[in-house]
């Protein structure tokens, strides 16, 4: 047979990993694809000095690969909403398949890419968009495709995630730690997306869309960051049995679909508490198969091209196949996704961890206690840490159970309000993970 | 379209589970699916009391369903070699797909069983057959399709994780946590296959298989349970900063591929060693994507149903396709398999953890340590317990670097003639799973 005929868009980190190992893995590929993967064409501004193009046709105008006759697979690696779109939309209009790792791309205009490809029966491949080389997109689409998923959640941002490794194990403060993880090439020059939560926010909206079988709905999830995170709270959690994670959360309940980024408590004992450094992992939690994790390098030259390989290994696998029988983009078939309401924050539910810096004195702790109480919120466990004595103030430590974050925002208002609590409550939502 | 007509042989724990996971799931699977998926008939020596069977087909004859020219796709779940190796056959020659969780059918029968499925262009699909309902051999098979897999290293029987487990965290001995787990019903009455490796011997032949594109072999396969492992050593490992786990290891090397089940020290801070109870997980290494683990329930009545579904589903995508574009059932085109060697243990190379019961005296010690620079093992480091005076005999614990197998033996057979030691030395294998 004829080999299949690739054409990379952008040969920068990720493309670049891509041609290498495409070219590297070439034999080995071959023999699991049953046929060789040729890249007919590259398009990049300039070429990538780690890779060895030879006489492969260069470009650096991206719409020459998507209008390349000979194409069957546009492989989209030029990152961005804007360019990337049109570039997709127009591979899809010709017909071709298209391989992407842009979260961002997925996640705000997935839906319409979706629906254009299965106008034109082809398929829109998009693995390398969540936690780089884990194909956790393919376990909850196929691997887990027997279970009802009742929640997800994940360290899916590698930089948040080194920078709250590297405050825990050494004590250090958030801003002196991201200026590290800028000079190693972990953050961008401007980090927004990773320290605010927006690029987790992007691949949970994809997780949580083949999870439920909803559509990517990224206006709706909720996001914090972690910039205001102090290393006190890191280390306060640490001695409740807790460490501190940038989490993902997407969960089912009764009302709707909580889709959450922020910063969580979680017991230190679960495999996800001790996932460190730049590393991803997700967990998934199915009525039938309880919770699982999938674990792996989240970002990076070749982890993600794994991703991206694996992806093209697919479709050339299915490309000839019927499309109905497909596995379908967002896992379920699109006449059957569920218009099920992502739920405002408002009201969404988790216990939560609260620092409160009030006087050191039994009253201010009865006030605290009713303010919770008429709320009924209940406390699990209150810590407060004489030794820390400042101007006759000592943080208290709380943990709550479950409760709505209106009601909470409500008990917040009011415990800012008493005269023995000094400045912001800190609050901090904590999950259980079981 | 019409449903896919599904026969269940085996009502037990697996069968029961996928009986039920099918028909509360149903609504969401075929939303995933594209197509309603019907258990047609069971095949069952007596009903499973936690199944509401209802008016479905029920026979005491597993061949009755696999003649039923109704059934598309047969799920073999009776487990055992003979009985199951008939019925597999005879479902591939009547043109049916098969579905199995059955590790000792296909680690012993798969390449004859894969072969007449090729020739019949039928699919065997047998994801659950290793680690319960984590998605291990689909993403092996397709989610790291882009990789030369370099190894992998599983805790893939909880039995003898629960035993391990316990015998670290409460110091019982092995003898002990056995009669427990049995009373648990986490072990067989008879629990060889569990605590000799066997079962972990064929599931790792298995997994071996599709990472490096070999025939099965599970006739190659080292084994070595955990049967004389004693509360000291899982101790003493504890102290040098590793864990004792029960390991199947695949890794290819120049020489040729190491297959291998044995009691493994682990370093403590590895996230494979703190998958605890009756949890499995397998690290999975690429060269491309690097090292990613894959955690789960590895057994269970649901948990297993949870991959047997997947399958059954991935069978309906792909039954209507063209045979030469599946995904192959060894994850590598038959035509393709590699004839590269299994290595015979004495090839094997790995560090190892030694307890010698020594005299306490210097000469003791030299004497040791000649003995291994003679055949050029380095030793990284020496613990010897004061502690545990017994008899003037100490025990002296070494960690070695690297070395095959083949000079470790000669050594430790040298270290047991030496007059200053007693009986047996003590020897478990050591890896580093970065």
Redesign the interface.
């Given at each position: 047979m004829n080999p299949v005929k690739v054409g990379i868009c952008g040969l920068g980190t990720v493309g670049g990993?891509t041609f290498n190992?495409?070219q590297?893995?070439a034999q080995?590929?071959a023999?699991?694809?049953?046929r060789e993967i040729e890249v007919a064409q590259i398009a990049a501004r300039s070429i990538n000095p780690l890779c060895q193009t030879g006489s492969t046709l260069i470009t650096d105008d991206v719409f020459e690969v998507v209008n390349n006759p000979d194409i069957d697979i546009v492989v989209e690696l030029i990152g961005g909403y804007t360019l990337a779109r049109d570039l997709v939309l127009k591979a899809i209009e010709n017909g071709k398949h298209v391989v992407t790792a842009n979260k961002a791309l997925i996640a705000v205009h997935g839906n319409e890419i979706f629906t254009k490809a299965e106008e034109k029966g082809v398929i829109v491949a998009f693995?390398a968009s969540v936690a780089g080389?884990?194909?956790v997109i393919?376990?909850i689409?196929?691997?887990?495709?027997?279970?009802?998923i009742n929640w997800v959640a994940g360290i899916i941002n590698g930089t948040g995630n080194f920078i709250l490794t590297e405050m825990r194990e050494k004590g250090r403060a958030f801003a002196d730690v991201l200026k590290e993880a800028q000079a190693l090439g972990y953050a961008e020059a401007d980090p927004t997306f990773d320290i605010e939560g927006i690029d987790a926010a992007h691949k949970l909206t994809i997780l949580a869309s083949i999870a439920f079988?909803i559509p990517l709905q990224f206006e709706k999830a909720y996001t914090e960051g972690i910039t205001k995170l102090t290393s006190e709270d890191v280390l306060y959690a640490d001695a409740l049995g807790y460490r501190i994670k940038h989490l993902g959360v997407a969960k089912r309940t009764p009302q709707g679909i909580e889709l959450r980024v922020h910063p969580t408590l979680i017991p230190a004992?679960r495999?996800l508490a001790?996932?460190n450094g730049v590393m991803n992992a997700v967990m998934v939690n199915?009525?039938?198969?309880?919770?699982?994790?999938?674990?792996?390098?989240g970002a990076?030259m070749?982890?993600t091209?794994?991703?991206?390989?694996?992806d093209?290994?697919?479709v050339?696998?299915?490309m000839?196949?019927?499309p109905?029988?497909?596995?379908?983009h967002l896992?379920?078939?699109p006449s059957?996704l569920s218009d099920v309401a992502v739920l405002p924050i408002d009201q969404c539910e988790t216990a939560y961890y609260l620092r409160i810096q009030a006087e050191d004195s039994p009253g201010v702790l009865a006030q605290v206690a009713t303010i919770l109480s008429e709320r009924e919120i209940n406390i699990e466990s209150i810590m407060q840490k004489e030794l820390e004595h400042m101007d006759g103030k000592i943080p208290m430590i709380l943990l709550t159970h479950k409760v709505s974050e209106a009601k909470m925002n409500d008990a917040i208002t009011a415990l800012e309000a008493l005269e023995g609590v000094e400045g912001k409550v800190v609050r901090i939502r904590v999950e259980q993970l079981n």
């Amino acid at each position: 047979m004829n080999p299949v005929k690739v054409g990379i868009c952008g040969l920068g980190t990720v493309g670049g990993g891509t041609f290498n190992v495409l070219q590297r893995n070439a034999q080995e590929i071959a023999r699991r694809a049953g046929r060789e993967i040729e890249v007919a064409q590259i398009a990049a501004r300039s070429i990538n000095p780690l890779c060895q193009t030879g006489s492969t046709l260069i470009t650096d105008d991206v719409f020459e690969v998507v209008n390349n006759p000979d194409i069957d697979i546009v492989v989209e690696l030029i990152g961005g909403y804007t360019l990337a779109r049109d570039l997709v939309l127009k591979a899809i209009e010709n017909g071709k398949h298209v391989v992407t790792a842009n979260k961002a791309l997925i996640a705000v205009h997935g839906n319409e890419i979706f629906t254009k490809a299965e106008e034109k029966g082809v398929i829109v491949a998009f693995e390398a968009s969540v936690a780089g080389g884990i194909p956790v997109i393919k376990t909850i689409r196929e691997g887990l495709s027997g279970n009802r998923i009742n929640w997800v959640a994940g360290i899916i941002n590698g930089t948040g995630n080194f920078i709250l490794t590297e405050m825990r194990e050494k004590g250090r403060a958030f801003a002196d730690v991201l200026k590290e993880a800028q000079a190693l090439g972990y953050a961008e020059a401007d980090p927004t997306f990773d320290i605010e939560g927006i690029d987790a926010a992007h691949k949970l909206t994809i997780l949580a869309s083949i999870a439920f079988g909803i559509p990517l709905q990224f206006e709706k999830a909720y996001t914090e960051g972690i910039t205001k995170l102090t290393s006190e709270d890191v280390l306060y959690a640490d001695a409740l049995g807790y460490r501190i994670k940038h989490l993902g959360v997407a969960k089912r309940t009764p009302q709707g679909i909580e889709l959450r980024v922020h910063p969580t408590l979680i017991p230190a004992e679960r495999l996800l508490a001790n996932v460190n450094g730049v590393m991803n992992a997700v967990m998934v939690n199915g009525d039938a198969v309880g919770s699982t994790l999938y674990y792996g390098a989240g970002a990076g030259m070749e982890a993600t091209a794994s991703a991206v390989v694996a992806d093209i290994v697919d479709v050339v696998r299915v490309m000839t196949s019927d499309p109905e029988n497909r596995v379908p983009h967002l896992a379920f078939q699109p006449s059957s996704l569920s218009d099920v309401a992502v739920l405002p924050i408002d009201q969404c539910e988790t216990a939560y961890y609260l620092r409160i810096q009030a006087e050191d004195s039994p009253g201010v702790l009865a006030q605290v206690a009713t303010i919770l109480s008429e709320r009924e919120i209940n406390i699990e466990s209150i810590m407060q840490k004489e030794l820390e004595h400042m101007d006759g103030k000592i943080p208290m430590i709380l943990l709550t159970h479950k409760v709505s974050e209106a009601k909470m925002n409500d008990a917040i208002t009011a415990l800012e309000a008493l005269e023995g609590v000094e400045g912001k409550v800190v609050r901090i939502r904590v999950e259980q993970l079981n």
